[in-house]
């Protein structure tokens, strides 16, 4: 059964610091993985996904990468700002079905 | 363009009552799926819809729940004889998705606003 984790749970970084966001997941063998942000109370929003023969994604400040060996994803933050405080959530989706399973997301804050 | 719709975005009911939550996917696309998400968790799959049809259901989805697409447009989810373990956020999503479950290029999910259950 394919779990997914997410380190740390919560973050609490100033303004102006890079960030690196971790999930980890058990099964390898994922068609691809998704990163979310959601707002409190929000449904969520795309922010990146990766194709399982891609290595990283980027859009803006945001860099995702994939390494499937290891079962690792990491998303990285560069000069993190305040209105980039939410919950980060990774999912992967796996081969001949199309549901996402996701891992408990990481509460980020960015202070002034 | 308007992105995924759901209605209504907040309910309140009592236990036992049956309530029914409706989803207006992104236009044209023919893939639609239920989360659901408890505080403090990850969204968990509920079912999806290749139009019409629906493809797949999670063990999460008991006898009291039933979800529809009938013209493969827009969705409901509807909960019968609510229990407060049924309190949540209901999300929905949509893509535009291959033919086959699991098939053709990988496409993102796109969510709605959701649906806030509470029952007392």
């Known amino acids: 059964k394919q779990e997914v984790t997410q380190i740390p749970a919560a973050l609490s970084v100033p303004e102006g610091e890079n960030l690196v966001l971790n999930c980890s997941f058990t099964?390898?063998?994922?068609?691809?993985l998704q990163w979310f942000r959601q707002d409190p109370g929000k449904g969520l929003t795309s922010l990146l996904l990766?194709?399982?023969?891609?290595r990283e994604q980027t859009s803006g400040r945001l860099n995702a990468s994939l390494d499937k060996s290891s079962g690792r994803s990491t998303l990285y933050i560069a000069a993190s700002q305040p209105g980039d405080s939410a919950t980060y959530l990774c999912?992967?989706?796996?081969?001949?079905?199309?549901?996402?399973?996701f891992g408990t997301g990481t509460r980020l804050q960015v202070f002034p | 363009d308007t992105g995924v719709s759901q209605d209504p975005r907040h309910k309140i009911t009592k236990r036992g009552q049956n309530v029914t939550f409706r989803c207006d996917p992104i236009?044209?696309?023919?893939?639609l799926y239920w989360y659901r998400q408890t505080l403090g968790q990850g969204p968990e799959f509920l079912t999806y819809?290749?139009?019409?049809?629906?493809?797949?259901k999670s063990r999460l989805l008991s006898d009291r729940f039933s979800a529809e697409r009938p013209k493969g447009s827009f969705s409901t989810l509807e909960i019968q004889r609510t229990e407060q373990g049924d309190s949540a956020m209901y999300l929905c999503?949509?893509?535009?998705?291959?033919?086959?479950?699991?098939?053709?290029?990988?496409?993102?999910?796109?969510f709605g606003p959701g649906t806030r259950l509470t029952v007392t």
């Open positions: 999503a949509s893509s535009p998705g291959g033919f086959l479950a699991g098939d053709g290029p990988s496409y993102e999910q796109y």
């Open positions: 099964d390898s063998a994922i068609y691809n």
């Open positions: 990766i194709q399982s023969s891609q």
């Open positions: 999912a992967v989706r796996l081969f001949n079905t199309d549901k996402l399973i």
């Open positions: 236009s044209e696309h023919n893939r």
């Open positions: 819809f290749q139009n019409e049809a629906q493809l797949e």
